[in-house]
DNA sequence: GAGTCTCCATTAATTTAAATTATTCAAATA
DNA sequence: TATTTGAATAATTTAAATTAATGGAGACTC
């Protein structure tokens, strides 16, 4: 790898020098001396072996070479110039990309407004929403290649660890109940109520579903009672099947807002059970944070945010 | 103007470590120690107030705005080899323009044979060529408009010592018949001959009629006397008028070379009578001299010069 | 899981380079 | 010829880069 003949300093006096057509007038445009300027550009004429300027007259002209030389010296500060905009852009949040992980449940119902937010903020940073297990998603954060992602179920253990996790909100996974069912108008189940429903469910392998099934285990509830007459993939497939009628099912909260309230579905309350769980924001600490990353955690998430979580105070 | 908020050197470390994908490698590569190149980028990511390596693991990773940065970074060096290669090309001669200035004879009759031994020679240097009065190319060499020229007559005063002058060949200027004129077998003629003499000349403006009419004076004729047929301003005109019989004229060898071999027109010696120019390189001392006038200068211009010439040393 | 190795960051000391001031030199203007 | 303006030069000061040595964190070895 070759050595530069020239610096970029000594391009930008070049440049000053030809328009000014004065060593010293290029010298006072750009704060320094005029013997400053005299010697970096006897360097950079030493260094390339040429001629840069007739200094014959009162006036500095160019010769051949050295118009040569400033034509690609214009084009280079000219990329210079544009290489300091696009990353002045970046820092004030006038490009660049912001990558978001989430699960099912906040990728579909959360996020979408979370980053409508942001965009409607600066709207000139792109935001790419990766919805993934909550598995993926430690991994992809934990290797860059997520900035920062908002799970609801349990990290694997090493990565525990590694990552940096903030507990963000709380989501309620309400009991749901189909409008017209016989249970629906009563204001408080009893969990043995529960036995009685017919449920349609995430699959198994949910990160969802298992945080649900452990909460009813550790309430007392034999899981294996509860009738389950089908389980979907889907969370809007399962709020289809419900307002159908075909059954009961845990659903968080923010995924059924707009039924609640149009009454097509029904949340019942179940005495001394409450099924919650931690939505929690993962970061890596030790990664580079973007400076859109860094507003999103700041200036986003908390208007979102339960009351307890502890982005509300920042 | 605003300051640069990196320099070359800086881009090129970032260049090296993206493509090494670590620091200490790059550092060897660039021929630095290894905290030379952390500083700089350091100072880099200071300036620019962004981050552009993750160093968390064994490898240093571009961030978002590392990336972006590196493209134009090699947009920004790619221009930069560019330059130097057209440098390298002008200094070694294979670009540049050459403008070389003459007058009417030497540029008609001299010149195009200098510049295609030059051209041969140097191919990749484009050479022009500009026929004026001696005047105008010496205002042209003063100016730097013609790096140099061959003049035949004499300069104005003022450019006589702002140039540098160099004899560079002896013009004989031979006395030429048409080939049936009863004069043309005689091997020479007295001075009074001439009065016998009908003859073809270029206009009183040119230099060297004046030259001619210098030297006739100097020896002792009236050139009032001479019979003037006719004034033409070009001399393969005259040469065609010679030819043709119209009479006779005072010509520069270089210009008749074939003509004389063909026998188309007669040259004749006169006794105590030598019509001779010097032809002079002028150049100008006060400014750039290029490689290719150097080089015309030093290797093609000896190669035609008559013995005497002081270039013949070189 | 302790030790070693590798790689990046940091610090202090030296060296090197660059800017500034003051001065000299040259050319153009009056 | 005298005066002014601009560029080159020399010497000092100042700043910056390099080197060398140290410290720390992750990764491979046994």
Redesign the pocket.
């Known amino acids: 790898m070759p050595e530069l003949p020239f ?1 970029l ?1 000594q391009l930008r006096i070049l440049k000053a ?1 030809a328009a000014q057509g ?4 290029a ?1 006072d445009l750009l ?6 300027v ?6 950079l004429e030493k260094q390339l072996e040429i001629t840069i ?1 007739d ?6 002209l160019l010769t051949e070479a050295g118009r040569l030389l400033l034509e690609y010296c214009e084009r280079i500060l000219n990329q210079c110039d544009e290489a300091c905009k696009a990353i002045e852009d970046l820092n004030s949040l006038k490009g660049g990309t912001l990558v978001i992980g989430a699960s099912q449940t906040t990728g579909t119902y959360l996020m979408p407004r979370m980053i409508g937010l942001f965009r409607q903020k600066y709207p000139d940073v792109s935001v790419q929403l990766q919805v993934h297990s909550t598995r993926r998603t430690g991994w992809s954060v934990a290797n860059g290649q997520i900035d920062l992602a908002i799970i609801g179920g349990q990290l694997p253990g090493d990565l525990e660890n590694l990552l940096q996790v903030i507990p963000y909100a709380t989501d309620e996974l309400a009991l749901v109940l189909p409008s017209k069912h016989p249970l629906s108008n009563k204001k408080e189940l009893l969990k043995e109520d529960l036995y009685k429903l017919n449920f349609v469910t995430l699959d198994s392998q949910s990160t969802t579903r298992k945080v649900v099934d452990k909460l009813l285990k550790d309430s007392g509830l034999d899981i294996q009672r509860l009738k389950i007459e089908m389980e979907l993939n889907s969370l809007e497939a399962i709020k289809n099947a419900v307002q159908s009628g075909l059954g009961a099912s845990f659903l968080p909260v923010v995924s059924i807002e707009r039924e609640l309230a149009a009454g097509t579905i029904h949340k019942v309350f179940i005495a001394d059970l409450e099924v919650k769980r931690e939505l929690k924001l993962i970061t890596n600490p ?1 990664r580079y944070t973007s400076r859109a990353s860094e507003v999103f955690k700041k200036n986003i998430l908390p208007q979102f945010a339960s009351l307890e979580s502890p982005l509300r105070e920042s």
Request: aromatic share 10%; hydrophobic share 30%; charged share 20%.
């Open positions: 610096t300093d020098i004065s060593f010293k007038k010298a704060y320094v001396t005029q013997p400053a005299s010697l970096q550009i006897q360097n300027f200094r014959g007259g009162r006036k500095a030790s």
